[in-house]
């Protein structure tokens, strides 16, 4: 019986600890402190959002970001926030603009959240006119 409690423990000791892994990528609430003040208001003016891809566009690649909500004492995250993050991401990838944008509430229980706000797009390079 004692072997078996021992057992017991570790296994759920295992499995917790699986539960507490996160990626890097994945911020927390609203904090945009990872990147400073310039870079933030440069990559906001100069990320345009398309809806689609325009002719001669040339395709960056995709860039993703997501934000975690963990506790109540923390605010939700928004998808502005989110935005930013895809415009940022877009931007340091030298792209002039972000087009197919996906936002949505995602369930991240297992990267110790209780949801996410997970966000995808298309890095573009516009044609110079």
């Known amino acids: 019986m004692r072997l078996i409690i ?3 423990v570790v296994l759920a000791a295992l499995t917790m600890s699986g539960c507490s892994t996160y990626s890097s ?3 927390v609430g609203n ?5 400073s003040l310039g870079d933030q208001r440069s990559a906001s003016q100069t990320i345009k959002v398309l809806e689609k891809v ?3 566009a040339v395709d960056l ?3 993703d970001a997501g934000r975690c909500h963990r506790s109540f004492v923390e605010s939700s995250p928004a998808e ?3 935005m930013l993050d895809l415009k940022i991401a877009a931007y340091v990838l030298g792209a002039d603009a972000i087009s ?3 936002i949505e509430k995602q369930s991240a229980l297992a990267k110790n959240c209780w949801y996410m706000l997970g966000g995808k797009a298309k890095a573009l390079r ?3 006119p």
């Open 6 to 8: 021992q057992n017991a």
């Open 126 to 128: 516009l044609k110079s």
């Open 25 to 27: 990528n994945i911020r």
């Open 80 to 82: 502005q926030a989110v």
């Open 31 to 35: 904090d945009m402190s990872y990147a």
């Open 100 to 102: 197919n944008v996906a």
């Open 54 to 56: 325009p002719a001669g």
């Open 61 to 63: 690649g995709e860039v």
